[in-house]
């Protein structure tokens, strides 16, 4: 092989490199985007959406719901209430625990006031993805 063509060859891997790491990144990004099933006693769903600044969480759980925004790190999201059917701000916090793209559990971390909270701090429930 000549110079010239072990040289093209090392430049179309670099330029394979730099553009399949984006592409990588997107797909993380989007894979828990879907329906889920929450196992509450209501019997829930939620819906999550992720972007490079934030993950959402959009929970219907019986005849209330509720919009929480947080970030996620590695396999586990912080959410926090933002707007909601009963009028809470940032008064209930959401862990989720990410098992795989299809399962994960719902955690109840805070809930303020409690006379207005269906599920006390400390609840847990599975999350399982319905498409």
Not at 39 to 56: D, I, K, L, V, W
Not at 97 to 106: G, K, N, P, Q, R
Request: net charge positive.
């Amino acid at each position: 092989m000549s110079v010239n063509t072990q040289l093209t060859v090392k430049i179309r891997i670099i330029l394979c490199v730099f553009v399949l790491f984006p592409l990588k990144s997107i797909a993380q990004v989007g894979e828990l985007k879907g329906i889920w099933k929450v196992a509450t006693p209501n019997g829930a769903y939620a819906t999550f959406h992720e972007s490079p600044g934030g993950f959402m969480m959009v929970l219907l759980d019986g005849p209330s719901w509720g919009a929480a925004a947080g970030i996620r790190k590695n396999n586990q999201a912080y959410v926090c209430t933002e707007v909601s059917s009963k009028n809470i701000t940032k008064d209930k916090c959401y862990q989720i625990d990410i098992i795989s793209t299809s399962s994960a559990t719902l955690k109840v971390a805070i809930c303020d006031p409690i006379p207005v909270c269906s599920s006390s701090g400390g609840a847990s429930f599975l999350i399982d993805r319905i498409f």
